[in-house]
């Protein structure tokens, strides 16, 4: 039995969101180091992570998307924040949502945090606005 094939059917629907929320290409870049680490840790940390959270339709897309920018940030994993904040903008999450997050994150868990998190945000943001990259509408269940 393959990693892959004894975590579906949360694999396959995760995977799509993954690739809606944060593009296909970096998804691919994601999953394209083939070696025994990888084929066994994507497609568990896909199942679980976007497939069992991000289909749950308890709360929508834009949401999800803040939450995963505020912890992000609070816990300075300055990489993950510089690729969900672009999947929050694809999910429709406005520059100043992030703002209003951002704020939030700064006052519960200290300015170095705020700093740190408003740098890759302002480039982030600046980046999608370049590329002309439209939001993705939020869909219920994503």
């Not at 505020?70 to 949502?97: D, K, W």
Request: proline share 6%; glycine share 8%; with cysteine.
């Amino acid at each position: 039995m393959s990693e892959t094939s004894k975590y579906e059917p949360l694999f396959s629907e995760g995977m799509k969101v993954r690739r809606r929320v944060l593009g296909d290409a970096y998804v691919d870049s994601a999953v394209g180091p083939v070696d025994p680490m990888t084929q066994a840790f994507q497609p568990f940390m896909v199942s679980y992570c976007w497939g069992e959270i991000w289909t749950d339709d308890t709360l929508p897309p834009t949401t999800r998307s803040m939450l995963v920018v505020a912890m992000t940030a609070a816990l300075n994993r300055l990489e993950e924040l510089e690729i969900h904040t672009r999947g929050a903008l694809r999910n429709g999450v406005s520059p100043e949502e992030l703002l209003a997050v951002l704020k939030q994150v700064t006052v519960y868990c200290g300015v170095p945090a705020g700093v740190g998190a408003l740098k890759v945000m302002r480039r982030m943001i600046a980046e999608f606005e370049e590329s002309g990259t439209t939001a993705e509408p939020s869909e219920q269940t994503a």
